[in-house]
């Protein structure tokens, strides 16, 4: 079946530094990418999303690209902020809309 | 955005006790609400999908009757942990989908419930 598997965290950065968190997928067909990010408190964003291969998501900084040939969609971001602490979550979507399924997440801090 | 409110952040029980977990969809209708479980340092994991006016769907390994689900109407979803023990302990987290045709950046999360079973 279908797989999400991304690095264990926490990872702790300073502030400026570069990000990158990896995730790796298993799937059958063409499946959607997307990266989640949860904030203390509050529910699961989309952060961002590739539908198709070489697509490359971005939102507020962060990018990733859909990697067929290595089945990878890295999440980096050029230079952190203390605000982007946080979980993220690696997910792909597959059957439409049907079913999202998650990697682990990987808990973020960012100090200043 | 649209918002997704989940109802408790966090609850303690007895072993043998009920648990009821609200999902409400604030600002807009969801005709599917999704249900999933996180141990930790696990995936989400889905464990039952709930339409509008019918019965849920359980993903394999779900227990049904441990697990209720109930999506009455438009806007809300429950999940009631009957019989809670401890190995029930996690992270529950909702989420609503927008009836259209769109991708699956049409989910909406709630918050989440921490489940902590004595």
């Known amino acids: 079946g279908d797989s999400v598997t991304q690095m264990e965290g926490p990872v702790t950065l300073s502030e400026e530094a570069f990000l990158t968190i990896n995730c790796t997928y298993t799937?059958?067909?063409?499946?959607?990418l997307f990266w989640y990010v949860q904030y203390p408190g509050e529910g699961l964003q989309l952060l961002l999303k590739?539908?198709?291969?070489?697509d490359k998501g971005s939102n507020k900084g962060f990018e990733a690209t859909y990697r067929k040939e290595t089945t990878s969609f890295h999440l980096e971001k050029g230079s952190v902020q203390v605000s982007d602490s946080a979980v993220y979550f690696c997910?792909?979507?597959?059957?439409?809309?049907?079913?999202?399924?998650f990697g682990t997440g990987t808990k973020l801090q960012v100090i200043p | 955005g649209a918002v997704v409110s989940q109802h408790p952040s966090r609850v303690i029980c007895k072993s043998g006790t009920s648990v009821k977990i609200e999902c409400r969809s604030l600002?807009?209708?969801?005709?599917?609400m999704f249900w999933y479980r996180q141990f930790p340092k696990q995936s989400l994991m889905l464990m039952a999908t709930?339409?509008?006016?019918?019965?849920?769907?359980?993903e394999q390994g779900v227990e049904k009757d441990k697990f209720l689900i109930n999506h009455a109407s438009l806007t809300l979803s429950t999940l009631t942990v009957t019989s809670a023990h401890p190995e029930d302990s996690s992270f529950y987290i909702c989420?609503?989908?927008?009836?259209?045709?769109?991708?699956?950046?049409?989910?909406?999360f709630g918050s989440g419930t921490q489940l902590s079973v004595l």
């Open positions: 989420s609503a989908r927008v009836p259209d045709r769109s991708t699956n950046e049409k989910l909406f």
């Open positions: 799937a059958t067909g063409y499946p959607s």
């Open positions: 590739a539908t198709k291969a070489d």
């Open positions: 997910a792909l979507g597959s059957g439409g809309y049907q079913k999202v399924t």
């Open positions: 600002d807009f209708q969801a005709t599917t």
């Open positions: 709930s339409n509008e006016g019918s019965k849920a769907t359980y």
